[in-house]
């Protein structure tokens, strides 16, 4: 992963997404899939839906794990 630096206010809005995406938006992708599954339908953009959020996931925590805040 290429160096991030983010500002204090940029690593808020990092937390901010990744909360939502954890606490929303990923349970709401898992249930759409369940969904499809049962009653037919596109799998695939469902899949590619849930996909997203769990490499979002990834990404938001390893940058702010690693990125370099300045203090501005």
Known sequence: M??????????????EELESIKSVRLPGAEDKLEVVKKHGGNIKDATDERDFYKNRITYLENALEKAKVLDI
């Open 2 to 15: 290429p160096k991030i630096i983010l500002t204090k206010h940029g690593v808020e809005r990092f937390r």
